[in-house]
Nanobody, 116 residues
């Protein structure tokens, strides 16, 4: 059974930093893609950052230069380093992982709250 376990969310003041982690387990198939999405109250879920198996990344324009996504392929873990946080970054952040063969899975979400 595939599981994605996220950690690292919390409350931080504007300008501060947080680091999110997501560990994928339960499948022996290759992970092609790992990404972070977020959903703020009343808004649609949106892509924040993603990284493929080759290490290529893409970011939402709103987080470019402030957030950094990375992954540890050996540990099936993806990280999101979030710096210079703004109140508008407040949302539930979800890990998304695409495995070969078995498909796409979501984590349970972790709350990030940035106070002004």
């Amino acid at each position: 059974q595939v599981q994605l376990v996220e950690s690292g969310g919390g409350l931080v003041q504007a300008g501060g930093s947080l680091r999110l982690s997501c560990v994928a387990s339960g499948s022996t198939f290759r992970i092609n893609y790992m990404g972070w999405y977020r959903q703020a109250p009343g808004k649609q879920r949106e892509l924040v950052a993603a990284i493929n198996s080759g290490g290529s990344t893409n970011y939402a324009d709103s987080v470019k230069g402030r957030f950094t996504i990375s992954r540890d392929n050996a540990e099936n873990t993806v990280y999101l380093q979030m710096d210079s946080l703004k109140p508008e970054d407040t949302a539930v952040y979800y890990c998304n992982t695409k495995f070969a063969v078995v498909g796409t899975y979501w984590g349970q979400g972790t709350q990030v709250t940035v106070s002004s």
